[in-house]
């Protein structure tokens, strides 16, 4: 038997709807802390959920995080955590996520010192520049 909460969906899978909706509902009326959320939903492999939650407060396309979340190299993922003000924690959480779904050419501390390393405005301009190029 499985049981729910507000930061441990029901399955670890993403088939389970109900249980990511319950958690982005409690996300979006205060409930649960987004960085509490997205490091549950890296745990258990949510890449759409992660998604869901990173692309509004971005002013992205969900398919871009995706795309980010998935790419072969791990810059994607930093810059996209590091411009949406994720903590250290929950970057690790998603790197994790990745390990699982990819191998990368970086260790996780070397991943790691280069999120910590990236200032926030850095990876703010980044994606902004990213936004206008023409066919984004």
């Given at each position: 038997?499985?049981?729910?909460?507000?930061?441990?969906?029901?399955?670890?899978?993403?088939?389970?709807?109900?249980?990511?909706?319950?958690?982005?509902?409690?996300?979006?009326?205060?409930?649960?802390?987004?960085?509490?959320?997205?490091?549950?939903?890296?745990?258990?492999?949510?890449?759409?959920?992660?998604?869901?939650?990173?692309?509004?407060?971005?002013?992205?396309?969900?398919?871009?995080?995706?795309?980010?979340?998935?790419?072969?190299?791990?810059?994607?993922?930093?810059?996209?955590?590091?411009?949406?003000?994720?903590?250290?924690n929950v970057f690790s959480a998603v790197?994790?996520?990745?390990?699982?779904?990819?191998?990368?050419?970086?260790?996780?501390?070397?991943?790691?010192?280069?999120?910590?390393?990236?200032?926030?405005?850095?990876?703010?301009?980044?994606?902004?520049?990213?936004?206008?190029?023409?066919?984004?």
């Amino acid at each position: 038997m499985t049981t729910s909460s507000p930061v441990n969906p029901m399955s670890q899978s993403e088939n389970d709807e109900a249980a990511w909706r319950l958690l982005l509902d409690h996300v979006a009326n205060g409930c649960v802390p987004i960085e509490d959320a997205i490091a549950e939903i890296a745990d258990a492999d949510g890449v759409h959920a992660i998604a869901r939650l990173i692309a509004p407060r971005l002013e992205v396309d969900i398919d871009a995080v995706v795309w980010a979340l998935d790419a072969e190299s791990d810059g994607p993922a930093t810059v996209l955590c590091r411009a949406a003000t994720l903590n250290i924690n929950v970057f690790s959480a998603v790197l994790r996520m990745r390990r699982r779904r990819r191998c990368s050419d970086t260790s996780p501390p070397e991943a790691l010192n280069v999120f910590r390393q990236l200032s926030v405005e850095a990876a703010q301009r980044i994606l902004r520049a990213a936004r206008s190029r023409p066919g984004r």
